[in-house]
C-alpha cells in the first residue's frame, strides 16, 4: 500500500503546481487529497485496512483513535480543525458546486499539506520504531 504515500506526496506536488498556475481551488483539492490518502497509509499500517470514506474529519478521528497522543496528529487537527473543514468542503465542491476559493485560502491550504507531510514522515519514524 506504499501507493499511497506515494500518491499523497504527489498530490502535494500538484497542489504547489496548481499554485503557480493561481488554480486556487485545484490547490485545495490536492491539498485534500494528499491528507485522505496520508490518514488511510497510515490506518493502514496500523491496522491493515482502512475506512471507505472520503471525510477527512472522520479519518482524523480514526487515526487519533488508533494512535492517541502519539505523533502528533491529534494536536495537528484540534489545531486546524476548522480549515480542515473548508479544506474537506473543497472536495465536494469541486465536482458539485460554483465555489471559488481565494488565493488566501489557497496559500493557506498549501502550507497546511506541507505542514502534513512534515508531519506524517515523523510519524512513520515514530510508528516503526513502536
Do not use: W
Amino acid at each position: 500500500m506504499s501507493f499511497l504515500r506515494a500518491n499523497a506526496k504527489q498530490f502535494l506536488e500538484q497542489a504547489k503546481f496548481a499554485m503557480q498556475k493561481r488554480f486556487y481551488n485545484l490547490v485545495l483539492f490536492n491539498i485534500e487529497q494528499e491528507i485522505q490518502l496520508y490518514l488511510k497509509f497510515i490506518l493502514y499500517l496500523i491496522t491493515g485496512e482502512y475506512p471507505k470514506t472520503h471525510k477527512l474529519s472522520d479519518l482524523f478521528k480514526y487515526v487519533v483513535s488508533v494512535l492517541d497522543e502519539r505523533c502528533n496528529i491529534k494536536h495537528f487537527y484540534e489545531n486546524n480543525k476548522d480549515f480542515l473543514n473548508v479544506i474537506e468542503f473543497s472536495y465536494i465542491s469541486s465536482r458539485y458546486l460554483p465555489h471559488s476559493f481565494s488565493e488566501e485560502n489557497a496559500q493557506k491550504a498549501l502550507k497546511l499539506g506541507e505542514e502534513f507531510d512534515v508531519l506524517i514522515e515523523e510519524c512513520l519514524k515514530i510508528i516503526q520504531n513502536y
